[in-house]
């Protein structure tokens, strides 16, 4: 899915806006605090039904305004066109796909289908496991159809089992949930394996380009013991019932999966400089990208901000390439035109935004390509 044009209202610090957007890449060009990193904001929102930036949707709002509204309309392989559209006030959320209400985000996240970099990203590998499950959930939910269904299933069973648990309740009460909890986790944990080995594939070539590091490893960790191989997910929640009902909540499960990375059988941290991490998460997030490409037969939108902030030029221009590489819509935004070169483009639209205001520009030769050829990459 593409965004073919965009129109917001009332968001953030943004005055009404609406422009056509380029299959490829648009370039949103601004200096700081004039609206750039709210426009990707808002392209976030509308498939996900979130910010990136604040859990308070009012911060969302424009002073003055009662709401914000985001319409993009959305072109898909097959040649369709599909508006969808999210309005906002302090307490509501409306959506619309097609013109069709609805209170799906799962819905609206299919049609809008958003991946993020920012400055924060490098919290994918330093943070607990939260955000690298979500990253595996993203990437699945999209590549398979029943992976929503079963997710769901084991939510509404751990929240049952774990208020179970915090009543004391017979242990046949909680024997009831332990049956469709394994259902339910035996699912995910194949799929989210499944991912990851998928991810490990997808992420070597584009490790090598932006890092010049090919051997990568992405170990997936499901939530509970491994071993012994013959006891079942159903025997680990049996014999840890009675710690259960102290601590008052399931203690393993998918909900406590996760993944890590090593360089070569070492860990991260030791094998790699934080700068190296910061690329190390870009060409994750790179290959998230690609995944869905090949599971979906359409391209994702990838919204990249402040992408020269830390790095230099040799290494920009690695990202670049590697972006061209990629069949994805570009949403990236940067301070000035000569940090980021647009070469490897036949066609791409450069925006100026001054005061929440957009305007069409242009680039001439020289920016197109001057940016990251005085200096090779860094080791």
């Known amino acids: 899915m593409k965004v073919t044009a965009l129109d917001i209202a009332g968001f953030r610090n943004l005055r009404p806006i609406s422009f056509p957007c380029d ?17 990707l904001e808002a392209l976030y929102f509308l498939g996900r039904g979130r910010s990136f930036r604040t859990r308070q949707p009012r911060e969302l709002i424009q002073t003055g305004a009662v709401a914000f509204r985001i319409v993009a309309t959305m072109s898909s392989g097959d040649g369709r066109h599909i508006p969808v559209g999210v309005e906002r006030d302090a307490r509501d959320l409306t959506a619309r796909i097609g013109g069709v209400p609805t209170r799906s985000l799962a819905e609206l ?8 970099l920012n400055p924060d990203s490098h919290r994918l590998l330093e943070d607990g496991p939260q ?3 979500r990253f595996m959930d993203w990437g699945l939910f999209h590549a398979e159809p029943g992976f929503l269904d079963a997710w769901r299933r084991y939510d509404t069973a751990l929240r049952h089992r774990n208020a179970a648990l915090r009543a004391s309740s017979a242990h046949r009460a909680i024997d009831a949930w332990d049956g469709e909890l394994t259902t339910a986790a035996t699912i995910l944990d194949q799929r989210r394996e499944t991912f990851c080995k998928a991810l490990e594939v997808a992420l070597q070539p584009l490790a090598a380009t932006t890092l010049g590091i090919g051997e990568v490893q992405v170990n997936y960790r499901r939530g509970w013991p491994l071993e012994p191989f013959e006891r079942g997910f159903t025997d680990w929640l049996h014999d840890g019932r009675d710690q259960d009902r102290r601590q008052g909540h399931t203690r393993i499960g998918p909900h406590r999966a996760d993944f890590t990375l090593r360089i070569a059988e070492r860990p ?19 290959a998230q990208a690609e995944l869905y490409q090949r599971h ?9 901000d402040d992408l020269p902030a830390e790095l230099d030029a040799g290494h920009r221009e690695r990202i670049m390439r590697a972006l061209a590489g990629l ?9 000035e035109p000569g940090l980021l070169s647009t070469a ?11 005061d929440g205001a957009i305007a069409a520009t242009h680039l001439d030769p020289d920016e197109r390509t001057n940016a990251g050829s ?6």
């Open 327 to 335: 069949e994805i819509q570009l949403f990236i935004t940067a301070l």
């Open 296 to 304: 979906a037969g359409d391209s994702c939108i990838l919204l990249v």
């Open 131 to 133: 955000l690298r499950r």
């Open 109 to 116: 996240a299919r049609q809008t289908p958003v991946l993020l």
């Open 23 to 39: 299959p490829g890449l648009n370039l949103i060009l601004g200096p700081n605090a004039s609206g750039k990193t709210s426009l």
């Open 268 to 286: 991260v941290a030791e094998a790699l400089s934080r700068g190296q991490q910061k690329l190390l998460v870009i060409a994750l997030v790179l």
């Open 344 to 354: 490897l483009w036949r066609e791409a639209r450069v925006f100026q935004l001054a």
């Open 374 to 379: 005085l200096e090779s990459p860094k080791p």
